[in-house]
C-alpha cells in the first residue's frame, strides 16, 4: 500500500497551534494571578505588621520630640559647623556699593567718549 506523504502545515493548522500556544500561556498568566490573589491578604497583612514594629521601634528608642541633638543640621554650615568666621556683612554691601558707583562711572565715561568721537 502506498502512503501519501504527509502535507505540509497549512495555515489552519497554523493558526490552531497558536491559538493552543496562547490559550496554555494564558492560563499560567491566570494561574499566577490567582495565586497572587490568594496570597495578597497575607502579603498585605506582613506589611502592615512590619510598618508597625518600624514605627514601634522608632517610638520607643526615647528622646523628646524637642531633643536638640536629634535635630538636623543644617547644610549651610557643613558636617561640623561653620570652618571660619564669617565677615561682616556691612563691610561686603559697602564694598559692593563702591563697585558699583565705580562701574556706573566707567560706563559714563564710555558713553561720553563715544558721544564726542561719533558725531552723529
Not at 493548522?13 to 492560563?27: G, H, I, N, V
Not at 536629634?70 to 558636617?79: A, C, I, K
Request: proline share 3%; aromatic share 4%.
Amino acid at each position: 500500500m502506498l502512503r501519501r506523504p504527509s502535507r505540509s502545515t497549512t495555515p489552519l493548522d497554523q493558526t490552531k497551534e497558536d491559538l493552543a500556544r496562547q490559550e496554555s500561556e494564558l492560563r499560567d498568566q491566570m494561574q499566577k494571578l490567582e495565586k497572587m490573589i490568594a496570597d495578597a491578604p497575607r502579603v498585605a497583612e506582613a506589611v502592615g505588621k512590619r510598618q508597625r514594629e518600624e514605627l514601634l521601634m522608632r517610638a520607643s528608642e526615647g528622646g523628646s520630640r524637642l531633643d536638640v541633638s536629634m535635630t538636623l543640621q543644617d547644610w549651610r554650615h557643613g558636617e561640623a559647623g561653620p570652618a571660619k568666621r564669617r565677615g561682616s556683612l556691612r563691610k561686603e554691601r559697602r564694598e559692593g556699593q563702591i563697585v558699583f558707583v565705580v562701574l556706573v562711572i566707567a560706563l559714563l565715561a564710555a558713553a561720553i567718549w563715544l558721544l564726542n568721537h561719533l558725531h552723529f
